[in-house]
């Protein structure tokens, strides 16, 4: 059975483009997570889909972030524009019912 | 809100040996998870061992195991025999059991570990 797929998984652009990460989770999971590694900050929590439906978005750090969840087989997270401090690797997990998060290989995003 | 903490930025062990990793968290719930995750260098996050709070018992994967002190709110990974392989960032991570459904994790800052030959 796949793990989570993530694409792509190096993505290297200017400041101001507009940048689009895609993630599919595990099939037979229901949450899907976008987290946001970096060394300052560590992991941190982006947004979280429950059924396709974003249930806490408060990890997004501004407007210029957005994601979406269209069918229970895929998502996107966006951002536009991009800036350099938005370097940082990002991952995608999902679940199923109980505990277990399950992560992808993440994709590291490098803004000059 | 629930915050966790890692006090050992950087370890290192030589193979065969034994180490422990730290980790306090706060909260006041009573029904939690527990967790630890391993990055290593490939990036891939994958989940080393979990714990329930209501079970008293410490749980054990094989060459790794945890020190669980609910009311120190203390969680401590134990890897015996570490392996070259063992080389790599170790995350502690929180989960409200009554978010188990929606599964929302707060990690911890991380601790790298490196096992030397």
């Known amino acids: 059975d796949a793990g989570v797929i993530q694409s792509p998984r190096h993505e290297v652009t200017e400041m101001g483009q507009e940048v689009t990460l895609r993630c599919k989770p595990i099939?037979?999971?229901?949450?899907l997570f976008w987290y946001r590694q970096t060394m300052m900050r560590g992991l941190e929590l982006l947004i979280y889909?429950?059924?396709?439906?974003?249930?806490?978005d408060s990890g997004m750090p501004e407007d210029r972030f957005s994601a979406k969840m269209p069918n229970a087989s895929f998502s996107t997270l966006k951002i536009q524009p991009s800036e350099p401090r938005d370097s940082a690797v990002y991952f995608c997990?999902?679940?199923?019912?109980?505990?277990?998060?399950?992560f992808g290989p993440g994709t590291r995003l490098t803004v000059t | 809100a629930q915050t966790v903490t890692q006090s050992q930025p950087e370890m290192s062990v030589q193979e065969a040996e034994t180490v422990t990793l730290s980790c306090t968290y706060d909260t006041s719930e009573n029904n939690y998870y527990l967790f630890w995750y391993k990055q290593p260098p490939s990036r891939q996050m994958i989940l080393v061992i979990r714990q329930e709070a209501y079970k008293q018992q410490n749980a054990t994967e094989n060459r790794f195991s945890v020190n669980f002190q609910k009311a120190a709110k203390s969680f401590s990974l134990k890897i015996s025999d570490s392996q070259l392989g063992d080389t790599a960032m170790y995350f502690c991570a929180f989960m409200k059991r009554r978010s188990s459904n929606t599964g929302k994790l707060i990690f911890g800052q991380g601790t790298t570990l490196q096992v030397k030959p």
């Open positions: 889909f429950n059924n396709n439906v974003p249930i806490d």
């Open positions: 099939s037979g999971h229901n949450s």
């Open positions: 997990a999902s679940k199923r019912e109980g505990y277990e998060q399950y």
